[in-house]
């Protein structure tokens, strides 16, 4: 992987977003990756160009949120708000959940890395937590044995009423070592700001430096802009401006920070003591009620791109296989919409994240409760429709179109 292809997957993925969200003529032409408001998007359970392989509700830990699979394909490593589970998927047809720690119920996990032996999940204070009670942060666990993950150490950031760690990323510097990139509430700053933790001694991880945009260290004197908000922000919309570090992607020396309507900023992370911006790309989430559920813009991407095709998760609008062969002409080459979550009494199906392995199969993830954890193949020909069985545990794939060789 170069780090011409990694920059253009950032871009791209970018890309979709606005081309989907807030520019439909950009090219002089409507849109053909969801389609425009008079084209049919698949409803829930609706699938094409996807066959499914396994699903599994990770034994009733189903608010499946980020995760990470093993370079080896044997291990999916999965955040599960409540924790983490390890699942066994050496056979993709049967995936096994081996192990699973839990959080302290004052706090949830959505994100989870691993590096090496190194697992990290992150610590968020639950806001239905009305005694404010939690410490947040990260912790630290040694995975040699999956099946018996052991905690070595916890790095705190912030504590309640400060909802502390969403996003974080792993990333290790051939000469610097092992470092996280976390995106945490701070005393004396306003929203989410970048922190950059030395993990080279796992038992006690420090801070090595920060960095924040213009306006948010409110304990320094600066001044928030007007309009901002922090936190929320899914609701309100333009003209408010939601102001507060999201998730972090690093490739080489260089950091990509997702900063809500902030958009995409750059740093150069040569020396991680001293972050530098580069340059910011701005935009704006817009969600048109498309259906029950209504969260209809991109959550994540494959963020290592292999080859033309990017796979993605749009939450309510599932997971679409987008070809970019040509980067001004992204396309649909399938997707896959989950069924209706009917556990848990839902309305809607969901897509949080995406993953395709060195080995072809599509690692995807559910974290509305009901969801769950899939593994797939991208198949081109295949047309279904995805259905729960009668005990809501599992489910059943009805292909009205199959491959013709």
Request: hydrophobic residues 35%.
């Amino acid at each position: 992987m170069t780090s011409t292809l990694f920059s253009r997957s950032v871009r791209i993925g970018f890309l979709l977003v606005s081309i989907v969200t807030a520019v439909p003529s950009v090219f002089g032409q409507s849109p053909n990756i969801l389609g425009g408001a008079k084209e049919r998007q698949p409803s829930y359970g609706e699938m094409e160009n996807f066959t499914i392989l396994s699903y599994t509700d990770l034994d009733g830990w189903d608010q499946a949120a980020e995760f990470r699979v093993s370079k080896d394909g044997k291990h999916a490593y999965i955040s599960n708000y409540q924790g983490f589970s390890i699942v066994d998927v050496s056979d993709p047809s049967k995936p096994r959940v081996i192990s699973q720690v839990k959080n302290d119920p004052s706090v949830q996990s959505q994100y989870i890395d691993v590096l090496g032996n190194l697992l990290v999940v992150n610590q968020e204070g639950l806001r239905s937590d009305t005694n404010k009670t939690w410490t947040s942060g990260i912790r630290l666990f040694d995975i040699s044995d999956p099946a018996k993950p052991r905690e070595t150490g916890f790095f705190k950031t912030d504590v309640a009423p400060n909802r502390g760690v969403h996003g974080f990323w792993l990333h290790e510097d051939p000469k610097q070592g092992k470092f996280a990139f976390v995106a945490t509430t701070l005393e004396g700053y306003f929203g989410a700001i970048l922190m950059i933790v030395d993990l080279n001694n796992p038992a006690s991880p420090k801070e090595v430096s920060r960095w924040w945009f213009p306006g948010q260290h409110t304990a320094g004197g600066e001044k928030v802009g007007e309009n901002w908000i922090d936190d929320g922000g899914l609701r309100d919309g333009l003209p408010k401006i939601w102001v507060s570090l999201h998730d972090i992607t690093t490739y080489k020396d260089r950091a990509y920070l997702a900063y809500r309507d902030q958009g995409v900023i750059i740093l150069d992370i040569s020396d991680m003591r001293k972050p530098t911006k580069i340059s910011r790309l701005p935009a704006n989430r817009f969600c048109p009620p498309d259906r029950p559920g209504r969260r209809f813009g991109i959550h994540d991407i494959e963020r290592m791109v292999k080859g033309n095709i990017v796979f993605s998760a749009w939450e309510n609008s599932g997971f679409w296989a987008i070809d970019i062969s040509d980067p001004y002409r992204p396309k649909s080459v399938g997707h896959f919409v989950p069924p209706v979550f009917r556990r848990v009494n839902s309305d809607a199906g969901h897509a949080d994240d995406v993953f395709v392995h060195e080995n072809g199969l599509v690692f995807a993830s559910s974290s509305d409760p009901g969801g769950g954890f899939w593994i797939m193949r991208h198949t081109p020909g295949v047309k279904g429709t995805v259905e729960w069985t009668p005990d809501n545990k599992n489910v059943t794939v009805k292909y009205d179109k199959r491959p013709e060789n």
